[in-house]
């Protein structure tokens, strides 16, 4: 049997009194996209956090690739990692974020190149090398100099897209990475992402693009009130929802 | 929609440059005319007496501005300020990653620091470390409660220029700590999330994303402090080193030429201001990011700035 790319057992999170996350269990394939989707406040960007250890879960196991994430077990105990382990996993996992987060201080190839050469330790000129490589996939070549500013939101999600490719995950993560577009500058990300999806990379992507999700995902759950509802295929669940909340929400937004 | 119309109002052809240039009456701002003969005014009452009153003595002035014993007054202040600033800085920014770090004993320990040495006066402290020998007598190195490397006399260990740099380095720790964190703090937190989630370490995140972004924000207020430092060092007149005060001081006490030495240490002070002033300029210069909206030292000081420059290079952006 193959190590699934994710697998969450019964994962819990509270922020003081308000638990957030109540038991979430998932299973993702290596090479297969799976969307999350539900209304806002349902947990779903928390969860994408707690895979790659952004926020700390408190009950249950977050295993990617079969490593647990951000703990050792030992004998049945669990050890927190050091910093420096959990970097090192995170460097395996991608994410892009909903306000693109460049930095802002760099210019778009000293963004790409920034991680690699510090994490990875790769050399500066290979760095530059695959960076303006991965550029070009995405269209924006002749843009290494341009500082963030200086570039439209879908150029600098393509950007960001492109500086977590760099690290050469395994994973990517997307939490709502169209949410913060102008619309008719979704469609450039959006194809990006789904470039990315044909050429095998496993993703989990938080969205309300349901088109994209009946389009690209292998998998869709759809979350409510820290619980995965219900998943499927696509077309499954937009189309032929069993529970009474989701049939209510695909009601509203489709 | 009356379309057919050849001229609408957003007509396309071009409109020759007479038509745009309007013949109206300016309004007459009375007031600020009222104002400026007024600043006029004065500004010419004072030039006349700065040259014609004779008590001013400007040949003294002119005597003593170059003389050895002030430009010696001069080298120690100008050596106080960048030493202390300089060491105050490092404080300020270990105190602030203390004080925002998640170890509660670590932050509440950068609270009081900042706490006490912002709440006592600076003149206290000088004097205060000036004696602390009445306090601890004997000063040595070694592990609490183990054994002793090395002791020494803590008068002989303190002379006044060690305790004028620990006095104001430590005063100004404080200060720079709070400006150091609110550059942090002002920096977007999506900054530092996208640095962790992309494998950096805490260390990495702080020295290579968020501190070169904060100092942005730190510099300005950072080049006050040091202007108010060089000024500030005049306080160490208490502990009778021979800064440029108090040189001027001593000068003044034996040949009662008050005045006229106030006016060198005065104008040594403008001086250097205007050069950390300049210095500051660059700084901020070099840090703004881009580097498309860049102003001139002259537009800076009369307030002017041209957008011209700007607007292009927004316009180049596309999504705004």
Redesign the interface.
């Known amino acids: 049997m193959i190590e699934p790319a994710l697998r969450v057992e019964g994962v819990r999170k509270s922020y003081g009194h308000v638990e957030v996350l109540k038991g979430i269990n998932m299973q993702v394939k290596p090479g297969e996209v799976a969307c999350l989707v539900g209304p806002s406040g349902s947990g779903k960007s928390t969860f994408l956090r707690c895979i790659?250890h952004?926020e700390k879960i408190n009950s249950g196991r977050l295993y990617v690739h079969g490593d647990l994430v951000g703990y050792e077990e030992k004998k049945g105990r669990l050890y927190e990692l050091s910093?420096?382990e959990v970097?090192?996993k995170?460097?395996?996992?991608?994410?892009v974020?909903q306000?693109f987060?460049?930095?802002?201080?760099m210019s778009v190839l000293e963004n790409i190149i920034?991680?690699p050469m510090?994490?990875l330790k790769i050399s500066k000129e290979e760095a530059v090398m695959y960076a303006r490589e991965l550029l070009e996939l995405v269209g924006l070549s002749g843009r290494e100099e341009s500082?963030p500013?200086?570039?439209?939101?879908?150029?600098q999600q393509r950007v960001?897209i492109t500086?977590?490719l760099a690290?050469r995950p395994k994973l990517m993560l997307f939490d709502e990475p169209t949410s913060a577009l102008?619309p008719e500058?979704v469609g450039e990300v959006l194809t990006a992402m789904q470039d990315l999806a044909n050429s095998g990379m496993t993703m989990i992507v938080v969205t309300h693009e349901m088109g994209f999700a009946r389009k690209v995902a292998d998998t869709v759950a759809f979350m409510d009130a820290g619980l995965i509802v219900e998943s499927g295929p696509p077309d499954q669940l937009l189309d032929h929802p069993q529970h009474e909340r989701t049939k209510s929400f695909f009601s509203k937004v489709l | 929609m009356d379309s057919n119309k050849e001229q609408g109002p957003i007509s396309s052809t071009p409109v020759s440059s007479e038509a745009t240039i309007l013949n109206a009456v300016p309004i007459r701002h009375y007031g600020r005319w009222i104002a400026t003969l007024f600043l006029l005014l004065v500004a010419l009452v004072m030039a006349k007496s700065l040259i014609t009153n004779p008590r001013f003595r400007w040949g003294i002035v002119g005597d003593y501005i170059i003389s050895a014993p002030i430009l010696a007054g001069l080298r120690l202040t100008f050596m106080l300020t960048v030493v202390a600033q300089l060491l105050g800085i490092f404080i300020g920014i270990i105190l602030a990653i203390m004080r925002l770090s998640s170890n509660r004993v670590l932050a509440r320990a950068a609270w009081i620091y900042i706490w006490f040495f912002r709440g006592t006066p600076l003149l206290v402290q000088l004097i205060f470390w000036y004696n602390i020998s009445a306090l601890y007598p004997e000063i040595s190195i070694g592990i609490p409660f183990g054994p002793t490397f090395w002791q020494g006399n803590a008068n002989d260990l303190i002379t006044p220029f060690a305790v004028a740099i620990l006095g104001l380095a430590l005063n100004e720790g404080a200060y720079m700590a709070e400006i150091v964190r609110g550059g942090i703090v002002g920096i977007d937190r999506g900054q530092g999330e996208s640095a962790k989630a992309l494998g950096m370490t805490h260390m990495q995140t702080l020295r290579r994303i968020v501190l070169p972004q904060a100092v942005k924000v730190i510099i300005p207020p950072t080049g006050n402090q040091t202007i108010l430092m060089l000024k500030t060092t005049s306080l160490v007149s208490v502990l009778a080193l021979a800064d440029l005060l108090y040189t001027a001081q001593t000068i003044y006490a034996r040949t009662f030429e008050t005045m006229p030495l106030l006016m060198v240490v005065s104008l040594w002070y403008l001086g250097i201001t205007s050069v950390l002033t300049f210095g500051q300029f660059f700084l901020e210069r070099h840090f703004t990011e881009g580097k498309h909206v860049r102003t001139s030292f002259t537009q800076r000081i009369t307030g002017r700035v041209s957008m011209r420059g700007s607007s292009a290079k927004l316009g180049d952006g596309g999504s705004q």
């Open positions: 790659n952004l910093d420096r970097c090192r995170r460097a395996e996992i991608g994410m974020f306000s987060n460049l930095f802002q201080h920034e991680a510090r994490v500082f500013k200086q570039l439209s939101g879908g150029q960001a500086r977590a690290m102008d500058l």
